[in-house]
């Protein structure tokens, strides 16, 4: 399936809640092929946010002096991003979770993921496509050296590469109050490759606030990717959400 011709784009071209029509057009072919979903709720908020992002990109788009084409053409890269891609990404992501949990984490995935620099891009065809020369891949239960972690991403630069996995864990695992231990409880090195972990409960509660740990998590790595390039200096190997880093740092 190209991208350019989704079954989900609309022949009419784009209005306000194009996007909304969507998700919902993809979260309705997805249960009818009987694959596990989250609630339609979680899909309608899904919805709203894409909408909001939309808006926000075209509005900015409007708003930039009639000399700034940089940003005229930036945002409406954003927003044609979402309507020629967003719709097969989820459908495609959340077949490969066949899970409603890690559906969550798709949908955000596809929607707000970012390495900081980048948006991030979703791989089907995990290895067929080829790397870019600079940004980030990801991709659902892809196997990394000796595990399988239930995402993968791959920060690109220049033929080099950083990897992060996410892993989600039991729903009776509680993570501890103390910061450092929390730290050391959360990530973890599996064959050199950092795993984020995030409890169910995190994932339903706030699978946004999930994605965006995992976007500073790749931040770090796509600053390390830069500082051996001589782009940018060398950053601290800390993977905490910024909340966390700015209580003892």
């Known amino acids: 399936m190209r991208h350019n011709e989704s079954d989900f784009n609309s022949p009419q071209g784009w209005h306000p809640g194009l996007l909304r029509e969507i998700v919902l057009a993809t979260a309705s072919?997805?249960?009818?092929?009987?694959?596990?979903?989250?609630?339609?709720?979680?899909?309608?908020?899904?919805?709203?946010?894409?909408?909001?992002?939309?808006?926000?990109?075209?509005?900015?788009?409007i708003a930039a002096s009639h000399d700034d084409t940089d940003t005229v053409i930036a945002n409406i890269r954003v927003a044609r991003r979402f309507l020629e891609r967003f719709g097969d990404d989820l459908f495609l992501a959340t077949e490969e979770t066949d899970d409603p949990l890690l559906a969550r984490l798709a949908a955000y995935l596809a929607?707000?993921?970012s390495d900081g620099y980048n948006e991030i891009r979703y791989q089907c065809a995990w290895g067929a496509q080829g790397s870019?020369?600079?940004g980030t891949l990801w991709g659902v239960k892809q196997k990394i050296r000796d595990f399988t972690p239930a995402?993968?991403?791959?920060?690109?630069?220049?033929?080099?590469?950083?990897?992060?996995?996410v892993e989600c864990h039991a729903p009776n695992r509680v993570l501890p109050e103390d910061i450092n231990t929390r730290v050391r409880a959360r990530t973890m090195i599996v064959s050199g490759i950092p795993v984020l972990a995030f409890s169910p409960a995190d994932v339903e509660k706030d699978a946004s606030a999930c994605v965006e740990?995992?976007?500073?998590?790749?931040s770090v790595l796509a600053q390390e990717l830069l500082a051996m390039h001589g782009l940018e200096s060398r950053p601290r190997l800390d993977f905490r959400p910024r909340g966390e880093r700015s209580l003892d740092d």
Not at 152 to 165: A, E, H, N, S, Y
Request: hydrophobic content about 45%; proline content about 7%; charged content about 25%.
């Open 111 to 113: 929607l707000e993921g």
């Open 213 to 218: 740990e995992i976007g500073c998590a790749l």
């Open 29 to 61: 072919k997805l249960s009818h092929h009987g694959i596990p979903l989250p609630p339609l709720d979680f899909y309608e908020a899904v919805a709203d946010r894409g909408e909001e992002i939309i808006i926000e990109a075209i509005a900015e788009a």
């Open 151 to 165: 995402f993968v991403l791959k920060v690109c630069m220049k033929g080099d590469f950083r990897w992060l996995g």
């Open 132 to 134: 870019p020369d600079w």
